[in-house]
Each structure stands twice: as structure tokens, then as C-alpha cells.
């Protein structure tokens, strides 16, 4: 039996990804005996993903502040501070940041795609990371086929090239 956790605004382990953004770990799978994770991540405007999909994870996503613009499954979407997003697993999917920055909350069950997430950070050093190495994102994705599987680029480029 798992014990019961109480985390504060701001604690949690706080880890710089690198395909961008600061991610606070709020439960990790072993909090939760691999059920699923969540974290928050502070995202700055025009953040994108690449097109991707968990294979065997779903993924809910909680705007707290801002505006992303998701794509799943080819559809777009503006989502604003209290709304979500319900991606089943094998579904491809991506989003992009709109507003000036954004604070998400991400849950994935189960936990399985947990080891790409961190194989894909770093300790954090600040309190904002806009750091972007994909080589080490595409080597944790490869290294965790059955958390993510990368599609392609992201499918926002005609909004990126906009500014």
C-alpha cells in the first residue's frame, strides 16, 4: 500500500526538460506503484512538441494558466486556463504555447512513459528552462518506445514561421 502524499504550490522534485519547459514532479510512479505520474510544467510562448503518440499510456492535460493550441489526431483546438484534454493512448497528438508563458498539468496512465520524462531532463538550476536538445529527446524516446513514440515535426510550423 502506497502512503499518502501532501505536496505544497512549488514543491516537488523540479527538473528542466529538454525538449522545453520546467517540469515540478508532483507523483511519480513510485508515489503511486505505477498507476500513473503527474507533473507540472511551466511552458514560455511558442513551445511546441513534436506530432508523437504514448502507446500505451493515456494523457490527460489541465491548463492552470495561458493558452496552448492542441492537435489531436488532426484536429485543432484552443484550450485556456481551466480547460483540458482528454489523448487516449496510440492517439497522435502535439500542442503548441499561444499565450506569453503556460502552466500545465500532465497525468499519464499508467505511469509507463514516466523513464522517457526523466531520461529527458535534467536537475533543474532556475526556475525556467527554454532549453531544447533534441538528439537527448529523440535518445530517450528511442530508449522508451512503449512511454512515446515520435511522428514527426511538430504540426504547427505555419505558426511558428508567423511568429
Known amino acids: 500500500m502506497n502512503a499518502p502524499i501532501i505536496r505544497g504550490a512549488g514543491e516537488g522534485d523540479k527538473r528542466s526538460f529538454l525538449g522545453g519547459g520546467l517540469h515540478t514532479w508532483k507523483l511519480t510512479t513510485e508515489d503511486?506503484?505505477?498507476?500513473?505520474?503527474?507533473?507540472?510544467?511551466?511552458?514560455?510562448?511558442?513551445?511546441?512538441?513534436?506530432?508523437?503518440?504514448?502507446?500505451?499510456?493515456?494523457?490527460?492535460?489541465?491548463?492552470?494558466?495561458?493558452?496552448?493550441l492542441v492537435n489531436i489526431d488532426g484536429q485543432e483546438t484552443r484550450v485556456g486556463a481551466g480547460g483540458?484534454?482528454?489523448?487516449?493512448?496510440?492517439?497522435?497528438?502535439?500542442?503548441?504555447?499561444?499565450s506569453d508563458s503556460a502552466r500545465l498539468l500532465s497525468m499519464q496512465t499508467p505511469g509507463i512513459g514516466q523513464a522517457f520524462y526523466r531520461g529527458a531532463s535534467d536537475p533543474a538550476t532556475d526556475d525556467t528552462?527554454?532549453?531544447?536538445?533534441?538528439?537527448?529527446?529523440?535518445?530517450?524516446?528511442?530508449?522508451?518506445?512503449?512511454?512515446?513514440?515520435l511522428l514527426g515535426p511538430p504540426p504547427f510550423e505555419r505558426l511558428n514561421a508567423a511568429g
Do not use: C, W
Open 32 to 68: 503511486t506503484g505505477g498507476a500513473f505520474f503527474m507533473f507540472e510544467d511551466l511552458l514560455a510562448h511558442a513551445k511546441t512538441t513534436p506530432l508523437h503518440r504514448h502507446p500505451e499510456a493515456d494523457e490527460t492535460v489541465y491548463v492552470l494558466e495561458g493558452e496552448i
Open 84 to 98: 483540458m484534454t482528454f489523448t487516449p493512448k496510440g492517439v497522435p497528438h502535439a500542442f503548441l504555447v499561444v
Open 129 to 149: 528552462s527554454e532549453i531544447v536538445d533534441i538528439t537527448r529527446l529523440q535518445a530517450s524516446a528511442r530508449q522508451n518506445p512503449r512511454g512515446i513514440e
